[in-house]
């Protein structure tokens, strides 16, 4: 089995996505089984493009491959999104407040409920496998030239 991460001569580590599937990370509460089954094939997916990408000298087929991993970064958030809602949905305004600015963004009860979930889910989303190998791809492509947003 080939190693995805290597670390000095002959020393094979195991990739931060694979580790984060296998072993999934406490903050993720007793919804992490339900977040990782539907985010495995979002993820499997994005993790497939953003190997496949840069070993293409095609950039129309990295284009293609950007595009697709574009549509599935947004179906992993938005599924991640109403799991959070759902989480939150009994707490008061005040509480919510207290755990998004606990997960490190600021904003205050004047917000709108559903924006602040929003914020709860993207401090989520964005540690995931799925949104790091995105984020990895789409600097990846821009470096090329390729890039989802028409120059003009």
Not at 13 to 21: E, I, K
Not at 84 to 108: I, K, Q
Request: proline share 7%.
């Amino acid at each position: 089995m080939a190693c995805a991460l290597k670390s000095g001569p002959g020393s094979c580590q195991q990739s931060p996505s694979r580790r984060f599937l296998q072993n999934p990370p406490a903050f993720l509460g007793p919804i992490r089984k339900v977040i990782l089954a539907m985010m495995t094939t979002t993820t499997q997916r994005l993790l497939d493009l953003a190997a496949a990408a840069p070993a293409s000298p095609d950039k129309d087929v990295v284009l293609l491959f950007l595009t697709e991993a574009n549509a599935l970064h947004e179906q992993g958030f938005e599924e991640l999104r109403s799991i959070v809602a759902a989480r939150v949905a009994g707490m008061s305004p005040e509480v919510l407040v207290a755990v998004v600015n606990g997960g490190g963004l600021p904003c205050d009860a004047s917000q709108d409920r559903d924006e602040l979930v929003s914020l709860l889910a993207l401090t989520e989303w964005q540690m995931t496998p799925a949104a790091l190998a995105y984020a990895e791809m789409a600097e990846a492509a821009a470096r090329r030239g390729v890039c989802l947003v028409p120059e003009g």
